[in-house]
């Protein structure tokens, strides 16, 4: 798409690349890399010279903040992503602060988001559901005309799926369609029911953790599918003060913010990261998103980083043996935008939600900064955004992966050799997959020169391609 880049000097005078100062939160300018997990960790989830490179290479661009991939707060497996549940992973966090530190001269603020997750397990064939884990009921034994387990499970077996799917119960059919997934709301669980009770602790270390990284602060992982989003929405019907009405649904998140901060130096940035609206039926809205604004910001969160979507309910059906992804279905798409799109389009979808917040905890009298995203890649719809007051920063995920020297091109006037991310998703593709996260725009050419590290089937290359020009010499 056709658009105008900035002189350096346009950029100079822009608000884009003018600082940021608000509480605790300074940034040498408005432009932010949001969390990408790129699936590089080990199994194990400890940072790999593969983590080092992706982040050295987003550093080199020189951007305000970049957001470590979502990083998992607790000791459980959980392939290969990253995870801070244990003093043991701040030795290799350690080194990728250093080498961002070191790449962007100092001047890239580094957060990593910390993220609790429920279970999800795939989808099973029919068959291992029905015999192995279909935990049986009356209403089960009724149905199959048997009492012994074996007699009715063969009978539930036998039933053609129409019938079967009659028979069982909304979460059974939901187990055998899609795969078992936990919620919140999943109180008879004891694991489930003490939420509230062990999250605050578990982000708390995993935040004190952070800090003995060195990392500038955490950014708390209360979007998308994922167990602090799942308190926030309107979907969460707890009865024990955590869910139902949206002063309930807030407690934990803000229970947790307290936590953090009490667990962490003075100057440590603590902000989150949450949803704009849910995107699905009965879900948050943004009047809900606005509502909990004002409370973080009241609380003193430094940072409201808004995403949209991503979320389970609507995922579409996982093939046997996956499991379901939250940016399948339509508020997936909200999410990650694609160019086939509706009317409106996929460039920046989540701004009006955004200005709507802002103006909530303006009004509220709070000063805490917005970070918006979702389908941002021109100077002119960047700074159009700052420049309406809808946010304070400007964060591109997918613009970035495609170019990272993206914002340092546009603030040395060079905005001209851009790669312009083409919104197709081939990236998220990948991410679903869990396979190493590249972008389809990165030069194949070069893919098979020596030095070069690449995926580890062979096919791509793991890094963007180095930025030739001389920018660094004509910066500003
Ligand atoms: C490969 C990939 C991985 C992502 N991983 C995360 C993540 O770990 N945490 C998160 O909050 N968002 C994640 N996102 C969402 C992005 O941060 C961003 O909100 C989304 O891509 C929309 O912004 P964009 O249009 O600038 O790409 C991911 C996106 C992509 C493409
Ligand atoms: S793979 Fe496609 S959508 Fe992803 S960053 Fe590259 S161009 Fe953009």
């Known amino acids: 798409m056709a658009t105008e880049w900035p002189d350096a000097e346009q950029a100079r005078r822009s608000i884009l690349f003018s600082p940021v100062s608000a509480g605790r939160l300074e940034l040498a300018d408005r432009t932010w890399v949001p969390a990408m997990v790129p699936w590089r960790a080990t199994e194990d989830g400890f940072v790999t010279p593969d983590v080092i490179q992706w982040y050295e290479r987003f550093a080199q661009g020189q951007p305000g ?67 192995r884990y279909l935990r049986l009921t009356d209403a089960y034994r009724e149905a199959a005309g048997a009492e012994d387990d074996a007699d009715v499970r063969a009978a539930l077996l036998a039933m053609p799926d129409e019938q079967l799917h009659a028979v069982l119960s909304p979460r059974d059919l939901e187990a055998l369609e899609f795969g078992y997934r936990e919620r919140v709301t ?117 940072f409201l980083s808004l995403s949209r979507g991503g979320k389970f309910e609507d995922a579409k059906q996982p093939k046997v043996g996956f499991s379901a992804y939250p940016y399948t279905g339509p508020s997936g798409w909200e999410c990650m935008p694609t160019v086939l799109a509706d009317q409106a389009g996929p460039f920046g979808r989540n701004v009006a939600p955004a200005s709507r917040i802002r103006a909530a905890v303006r009004e509220a009298g709070f000063e805490t900064a917005v970070v918006v995203a979702g389908g941002i890649h021109t100077f002119a719809q960047a700074e159009g955004i ?74 791509r290359r793991m890094t963007a391609p180095p930025f030739t020009e001389t920018a660094k010499a004509g910066e500003p």
């Open 386 to 459: 700052l420049t309406s007051k809808a946010a304070d920063v400007i964060g591109a995920a997918r613009q970035s992966l495609a170019d990272p020297d993206w914002f340092l091109k546009m603030r040395t006037g060079r905005g001209a050799s851009i790669r312009g991310c083409s919104f197709t998703n081939y990236c998220e593709g990948l991410d679903q997959m869990h396979k190493q996260v590249t972008c389809k725009l990165w030069d194949r050419e070069a893919l098979d020169e020596p030095g070069i590290a690449k995926s580890s089937d062979g096919r």
């Open 186 to 302: 999943d109180v008879e669980h004891q694991h489930i029911r003490e939420l509230p009770a062990v999250l605050p602790g578990i982000f708390a270390a995993a935040a004190s953790r952070a800090v003995a990284a060195g990392f500038d602060g955490v950014e708390l992982h209360f979007a998308h599918a994922y167990t602090m989003a799942s308190f926030l929405s309107a979907r969460n019907t707890r009865d024990d003060r955590y869910g139902g009405a949206r002063e309930n649904r807030v407690r934990l998140p803000l229970e947790v913010f307290a936590a953090v901060r009490a667990a962490v130096p003075g100057p440590f940035i603590v902000g989150c990261r949450y949803l704009s609206d849910d995107c699905i039926d009965a879900g948050s809205t943004v009047d809900d998103a606005a509502y909990f604004g004002v409370q973080f910001a009241k609380a003193g969160i430094d």
């Open 65 to 131: 903040a970049i957001v470590v991939e979502a990083t998992g707060v607790r000791d459980i497996p959980s392939g290969p992503l990253l995870r801070i549940g244990d003093d043991r992973f701040i030795p290799g966090l350690r080194d990728l602060v250093q080498a961002v530190r070191r790449a962007s001269g100092g001047r890239t603020k580094l957060f990593i988001q910390i993220i609790d997750f429920l279970a999800v397990r795939r989808r099973p064939a029919r068959e291992t559901f029905i015999t």
